[in-house]
Nanobody
């Protein structure tokens, strides 16, 4: 059974940090692009970090570049998202995702259950 188990969300003050974790089981981890998405109330899902299956290089949108860092641990089949200098606009439900394609698309093959991140100003 495929599972992506996300954890680590919570309430943090603006300027603070959080690390999200996602444990992946049930599929060949190394063959998938692994990423993090978020969805704020009333907004669409947005990709915030991706490690491509092609070269394992991280990709970020401008809104989080320099503040968020994605990493993977192949031995633990886990993906992490270190979030620094958090802003109120980072408040959202965060999802980890696994995509068989070369990049993290909105139609990923597998999704975690989501973890809430709330940044207070």
């Amino acid at each position: 059974e495929v599972q992506l188990q996300a954890s680590g969300g919570g309430l943090v003050q603006a300027g603070g940090s959080l690390t999200l974790s996602c444990a992946a089981i049930g599929f060949t981890f190394e063959r998938y692009s692994m990423g993090w998405f978020r969805q704020a109330p009333g907004k669409g899902r947005q990709g915030v970090a991706c490690i491509s299956s092609n070269d394992r290089k991280p990709l970020y949108p401008a809104s989080v570049k320099g503040r968020f860092t994605i990493s993977i641990d192949n031995a633990k089949t886990a993906v992490y998202l270190q979030m620094n200098n958090l802003k109120s606009e980072d408040t959202a439900v965060y999802y980890c995702a696994a995509d068989r394609g070369p990049y993290c698309s909105g139609s990923a093959d597998y999704w975690g259950q989501g973890t809430q991140v709330t940044v207070s100003s």
